[in-house]
């Protein structure tokens, strides 16, 4: 069974920066793809950062310039750099990663969420 883990939310000011972590632990082959997501209070969960097995990265328009997205295979951790934050980009964030495991052949897994709150 594989598990996420996010770490590294809390409250910042506007104009802050925070780092987000999410680490996958198991029976891991490898990890493909890695999103994470946000759902804040009243909205849909949507599409904020993809990065792919070879790199390659996607970001949602609202946080383009200001969010960074990147992986460290050897450690099976992604991460998320939040910089300029809003008060908009309060939200619970969640990791997604689909790879492969030992014990189950191919997975989808998300974390539990570590909310991110910007306010003064």
């Known amino acids: 069974q594989v598990e996420l883990v996010e770490s590294g939310g809390g409250l910042v000011q506007p104009g802050g920066s925070l780092k987000l972590s999410c680490s996958a632990s198991?029976?891991?082959?490898?990890?493909?793809?890695v999103d994470w997501f946000r759902q804040g209070s009243g909205h849909e969960r949507e599409l904020v950062a993809a990065?792919?097995?070879?790199?390659?990265?996607d970001y949602a328009d609202s946080v383009k310039g200001r969010f960074t997205i990147s992986r460290d295979n050897a450690k099976n951790t992604v991460y998320l750099q939040m910089t300029s934050l809003k008060p908009e980009d309060t939200a619970v964030y969640y990791c997604?990663?689909?790879?492969?495991?030992?014990?189950?052949?191919?997975?989808?897994?998300w974390g539990q969420g570590t909310l991110v709150t910007v306010s003064s």
């Open positions: 997604n990663a689909k790879g492969s495991s030992w014990a189950g052949g191919r997975f989808d897994a």
């Open positions: 990065i792919s097995s070879d790199g390659s990265t």
């Open positions: 198991g029976r891991i082959i490898s990890l493909r793809s």
